[in-house]
């Protein structure tokens, strides 16, 4: 709706990334200037800030802070994996909302996360609609995954990418300097898409690639595995990288990997992790070699140090273009990237598609990507992701050490 004017809420949700905190530096720092925006907030864990009533007056904090968010890594103001119920079940929670809304005055709503938070988000501007509370509600993608509909790519993906091609470089390096053999094994994340372990193919221009890389989107067999792995090491005396996403699954559709004994986050995902233990063990008991097994767990997601500068202007880009699109009327709408392939160089644009598209639909490796029985990429990927990955970028240092930004988080009161 056009012509609002009243306060603005952020919130982040979900896994973090190396530049979701550039997102929301794009958010606070636009919506600080526009004059139809009154206050700006932002929720203390998601969604949960909301209900509880614990949100930050960002006004209150110093304008070089919220610059530094640029270049700090996690999500600064907390994160959350709280699901909202559907409102035609049980409309408790958002009801909550539309209290807190009426009492503070909100008028522009915007949900940083991936594919679970768009989904909070649609729900949460459907119930608005239909409770004739006039709320423009804008959602901002992020996710490592790389895996939402509807964007050419996800803010947060190159810079996990450029770290996991860094890092298979790195380990390729160490693992091949002795004169006998080892099998390392890399383990991603990447649930049912396999972008982040396909990542690991832009490392092959450098001549530091791994040797064998498995995608979910392909069944994983383990004999399979066993056996392309001793087929490496019996032409590279003794020695293989094998990069595996988090979410490798078997014919059956069972995930191979650890299911932390039957955990499951509050949206019903299978907690995974461990993978490269079991393949590493069932390497070492059935080849006899010397393995080294390595999940690159949080690491891939908050390294800033390796981040992509486009990738951290991008981020900011969605945030400011998100309050930018609220003001100007725009809602029910999530943030995506829009790239010009016809053009001879990187060339991206923000733009819009509606929330309910993009929300709970996962965009995953084209099969046709995948080469070599499964277990390689294809040139096509490499000149779909090696743009995404350029760039350095310069962050402050303090005593030799990164700079991150340091919030008052001062609460805001009503």
């Not at 995506?336 to 965009?363: I, K, Q, W």
Request: glycine share 10%; net charge negative; hydrophobic share 40%.
């Amino acid at each position: 709706m056009k012509g609002l004017k009243g306060a603005c809420m952020f919130c982040q949700s979900g896994g973090p990334t190396a530049v979701i905190n550039s997102s929301a530096a794009g958010v606070f720092l636009e919506a600080l200037k526009q004059d139809n925006i009154t206050e700006v907030y932002g929720a203390e864990h998601g969604v949960l800030g909301i209900l509880q009533e614990k949100f930050y007056d960002i006004s209150k904090e110093d304008i070089d802070e919220l610059k530094l968010l640029r270049h700090t890594p996690s999500s600064a103001l907390g994160s959350s994996r709280y699901k909202l119920q559907d409102y035609t079940v049980d409309p408790t929670d958002y009801m909550r909302l539309l209290e807190v809304f009426k009492k503070y005055n909100i008028r522009f709503f915007f949900y940083n996360g991936g594919n679970d938070s768009m989904d909070t988000c649609n729900k949460i501007s459907k119930f608005m609609e239909e409770q004739d509370y006039d709320c423009n509600v804008i959602g901002v993608p992020k996710t490592i995954d790389n895996d939402l509909f509807g964007t050419d790519h996800c803010p947060g993906y190159a810079s996990a990418a450029k770290y996991i091609a860094t890092t298979v470089m790195e380990c390729n390096l160490d693992a091949k300097v002795y004169n006998f053999g080892l099998v390392c094994i890399i383990e991603v994340m990447g649930r049912n898409a396999g972008w982040l372990a396909a990542s690991a193919a832009l490392a092959d221009h450098t001549g530091l690639g791994a040797d064998l890389i498995y995608l979910p989107e392909i069944p994983f067999s383990v004999d399979k595995f066993v056996q392309d792995v001793f087929k490496v090491c019996e032409r590279n005396e003794g020695k293989c990288i094998a990069v595996v996403a988090e979410g490798l699954k078997d014919a059956d559709g069972k995930y191979v990997g650890d299911f932390k004994a039957g955990a499951h986050d509050h949206f019903g995902h299978a907690a995974l992790g461990g993978l490269a233990a079991i393949l590493g063990g069932i390497i070492k008991e059935r080849l006899g070699v010397k393995v080294r097994p390595i999940e690159l767990s949080l690491m891939q997601r908050c390294a800033t140090h390796l981040a992509s500068a486009i990738d951290v202007d991008e981020a900011y880009q969605a945030g400011s273009f998100a309050v930018r699109a609220a003001v100007a009327g725009e809602t029910d709408k999530m943030v995506v990237f829009e790239r010009d392939y016809g053009a001879d160089t990187y060339v991206c644009n923000p733009a819009l598609v509606s929330l309910e598209h993009a929300a709970n639909a996962e965009r995953k490796v084209p099969i046709e990507w995948i080469v070599d029985g499964g277990t390689g990429i294809s040139e096509e990927f490499v000149k779909y992701a090696l743009p995404l990955i350029q760039g350095d970028v310069k962050v402050p240092h303090e005593h030799g050490l990164p700079r991150f930004a340091k919030l008052k988080k001062i609460y805001a009161k009503k």
